[in-house]
Protein backbone atom coordinates (compact mmCIF):
# COMPACT_ATOMS: atom_id res chain seq x y z
CA UNK A 1 0.00 0.00 0.00
CA UNK A 2 1.64 3.11 -0.99
CA UNK A 3 1.08 7.15 -0.18
CA UNK A 4 -1.18 7.49 -2.73
CA UNK A 5 -4.14 4.95 -1.41
CA UNK A 6 -3.43 5.39 2.11
CA UNK A 7 -4.83 9.48 1.10
CA UNK A 8 -7.14 8.39 -1.19
CA UNK A 9 -8.38 6.55 2.03
CA UNK A 10 -8.14 9.03 4.02
CA UNK A 11 -10.23 11.28 2.24
CA UNK A 12 -12.74 9.22 1.42
CA UNK A 13 -13.46 8.55 5.19
CA UNK A 14 -12.93 12.49 6.39
CA UNK A 15 -14.54 14.36 3.68
CA UNK A 16 -11.37 16.55 3.61
CA UNK A 17 -8.32 16.85 1.90
CA UNK A 18 -5.95 15.47 4.43
CA UNK A 19 -2.67 13.39 4.08
CA UNK A 20 -0.38 10.81 6.19
CA UNK A 21 1.84 13.43 6.38
CA UNK A 22 -0.50 15.82 7.80
CA UNK A 23 -0.64 13.10 10.81
CA UNK A 24 2.94 12.73 10.94
CA UNK A 25 3.12 17.09 10.89
CA UNK A 26 0.67 16.81 13.81
CA UNK A 27 2.32 13.87 16.06
CA UNK A 28 5.83 15.64 15.57
CA UNK A 29 4.45 19.01 16.47
CA UNK A 30 2.51 17.57 19.66
CA UNK A 31 5.65 15.65 20.46
CA UNK A 32 7.63 18.60 20.09
CA UNK A 33 5.62 21.07 22.26
CA UNK A 34 5.25 18.67 25.13
CA UNK A 35 9.00 17.61 25.46
CA UNK A 36 9.51 21.97 25.19
CA UNK A 37 6.80 22.21 28.30
CA UNK A 38 8.30 19.43 30.33
CA UNK A 39 12.09 21.09 29.86
CA UNK A 40 13.06 23.09 33.04
CA UNK A 41 12.61 26.94 32.28
CA UNK A 42 15.68 28.14 30.68
CA UNK A 43 17.95 30.84 31.79
CA UNK A 44 19.43 32.15 28.63
CA UNK A 45 19.50 31.66 24.81
CA UNK A 46 22.27 28.59 24.35
CA UNK A 47 20.12 26.53 27.08
CA UNK A 48 16.99 27.47 25.19
CA UNK A 49 18.23 26.51 21.82
CA UNK A 50 20.03 23.34 23.36
CA UNK A 51 16.48 22.29 24.61
CA UNK A 52 15.11 22.77 21.33
CA UNK A 53 17.80 20.45 19.54
CA UNK A 54 16.94 17.94 22.22
CA UNK A 55 13.54 17.77 21.43
CA UNK A 56 13.77 17.63 17.41
CA UNK A 57 16.53 15.12 18.38
CA UNK A 58 13.54 12.89 19.96
CA UNK A 59 11.03 14.00 17.59
CA UNK A 60 13.07 12.63 14.44
CA UNK A 61 14.22 9.73 16.36
CA UNK A 62 10.37 9.25 16.72
CA UNK A 63 9.46 9.66 13.44
CA UNK A 64 12.20 7.91 12.26
CA UNK A 65 13.76 11.12 10.05
CA UNK A 66 16.66 12.84 10.02
CA UNK A 67 17.21 16.22 12.29
CA UNK A 68 16.56 18.39 9.73
CA UNK A 69 13.50 16.93 8.03
CA UNK A 70 11.83 16.91 10.72
CA UNK A 71 12.72 20.53 11.77
CA UNK A 72 11.79 21.58 8.95
CA UNK A 73 8.42 19.77 7.65
CA UNK A 74 7.44 18.28 11.11
CA UNK A 75 7.45 20.77 14.18
CA UNK A 76 5.57 23.51 13.47
CA UNK A 77 7.62 26.81 13.62
CA UNK A 78 4.66 28.80 16.27
CA UNK A 79 5.25 25.83 18.86
CA UNK A 80 9.15 26.96 18.48
CA UNK A 81 8.47 30.65 18.86
CA UNK A 82 6.26 30.28 21.71
CA UNK A 83 8.94 28.65 23.07
CA UNK A 84 11.47 30.76 22.25
CA UNK A 85 9.71 33.51 23.36
CA UNK A 86 8.29 32.61 26.61
CA UNK A 87 5.10 32.46 26.04
CA UNK A 88 4.39 28.60 25.87
CA UNK A 89 3.47 27.93 28.79
CA UNK A 90 0.87 30.96 29.76
CA UNK A 91 -1.16 30.53 25.98
CA UNK A 92 -1.20 26.86 26.96
CA UNK A 93 -2.79 26.88 29.96
CA UNK A 94 -5.38 29.40 29.06
CA UNK A 95 -6.48 27.99 25.75
CA UNK A 96 -6.43 24.17 26.85
CA UNK A 97 -9.87 23.93 28.61
CA UNK A 98 -11.68 25.85 25.75
CA UNK A 99 -10.36 23.77 22.93
CA UNK A 100 -10.92 20.24 24.80
CA UNK A 101 -14.66 21.52 25.64
CA UNK A 102 -14.94 22.25 21.54
CA UNK A 103 -13.15 19.24 20.08
CA UNK A 104 -14.00 16.54 22.55
CA UNK A 105 -11.51 13.54 20.69
CA UNK A 106 -7.99 14.95 21.35
CA UNK A 107 -5.68 14.03 24.30
CA UNK A 108 -5.33 16.70 26.70
CA UNK A 109 -2.07 17.40 24.68
CA UNK A 110 -3.35 17.71 21.68
CA UNK A 111 -5.60 20.10 22.79
CA UNK A 112 -2.74 21.97 24.40
CA UNK A 113 -1.02 22.47 21.20
CA UNK A 114 -4.02 23.29 18.96
CA UNK A 115 -4.19 25.88 21.14
CA UNK A 116 -1.25 27.54 21.43
CA UNK A 117 -1.37 27.14 17.16
CA UNK A 118 -5.44 28.76 17.35
CA UNK A 119 -3.68 31.38 19.27
CA UNK A 120 -0.35 31.94 17.37
CA UNK A 121 -1.34 31.66 14.05
CA UNK A 122 -4.03 34.33 14.79
CA UNK A 123 -1.54 36.55 16.51
CA UNK A 124 0.33 36.30 12.98
CA UNK A 125 -2.52 36.44 10.44
CA UNK A 126 -3.93 39.94 12.23
CA UNK A 127 -0.22 40.85 11.91
CA UNK A 128 -0.25 40.86 8.35
CA UNK A 129 -3.64 42.28 7.83
CA UNK A 130 -2.77 45.24 9.89
Not at 9 to 36: C, H, M, N, P
Not at 94 to 122: I, N, P
Amino acid sequence: VGSEEVNAYLKEITGVEVTSKDFRTWAGTVLAAQLLREFEAYTCDSEAKKNIVRAVETVAKRLGNTKAVCRKCYIHPAVIDAYLDGSMMETIAQRAQKVARAVDRLTAEEARVLGLLQRRLGRDVRKKAS
